[in-house]
């Protein structure tokens, strides 16, 4: 099997904790993201009331853009927000990140689950600082420029 930079897209997401999600009708914003290659998507979790919330009932256009130099991953991922209504979904994914905005803990009236389903992402994916230093050296001794990764466009 070919390993590609969409697995490694996937494969990297397990190591980031978070990015900025928007949409046309929310600035960015930090959001804890929870990967399910399974499900093609990435999952949030919010409370009524917020921008993002109001932006996933509405099935809005968003972005989620990534900068991670522990998880070796930099991307701009564009695709769709939904509201979904999933309690095993939501299981799945509460965390003790998810329980602390909530009074009630998981049984909290104000959880919104929302679903980001990506159609298209431009990323980066990088060898690490060793790697990446090296490189650095090695291109400023050279007329070569830095070999420091991948970049490509995904679709989903």
Same mark, same amino acid.
């Given at each position: 099997m070919t390993y590609t930079l969409k697995d490694t897209f996937w494969d990297r997401l397990d190591d980031i904790t978070a990015g900025m999600l928007s949409a046309p009708s929310a600035p960015p914003r930090p959001m804890a993201h929870a990967a399910r290659r399974k499900d093609n998507m990435l999952w949030f979790i919010t409370a009524q009331g917020t921008d993002i919330a109001e932006a996933a009932k509405g099935g809005a256009q968003a972005q989620y853009t990534l900068a991670s130099s522990q998880g070796q991953l930099y991307a701009a991922v564009e695709g769709t927000l939904s509201k979904v209504n999933d309690p095993d979904k939501l299981d799945e994914? *509460?965390?003790? @990140? !998810? !329980?602390? *905005? $909530?009074?009630?803990?998981? #049984?909290? %009236? %104000?959880? /919104?689950?929302?679903? $980001? =389903?990506?159609? &298209?992402?431009?990323?980066?994916?990088?060898?690490? &600082? !060793? =790697?990446?230093? $090296?490189? @650095? !050296?090695?291109?400023? @001794?050279?007329?070569?420029?830095?070999? /420091?990764? #991948? +970049?490509? +466009?995904?679709? $989903?």
């Open positions: 994914i *509460w965390s003790p @990140m !998810a !329980a602390a *905005w $909530f009074e009630e803990g998981r #049984q909290d %009236d %104000d959880i /919104v689950l929302v679903g $980001f =389903k990506p159609t &298209k992402a431009e990323v980066w994916e990088t060898d690490g &600082k !060793a =790697k990446t230093l $090296f490189e @650095m !050296a090695r291109a400023n @001794m050279s007329d070569d420029t830095p070999d /420091v990764g #991948q +970049h490509g +466009h995904l679709t $989903f």
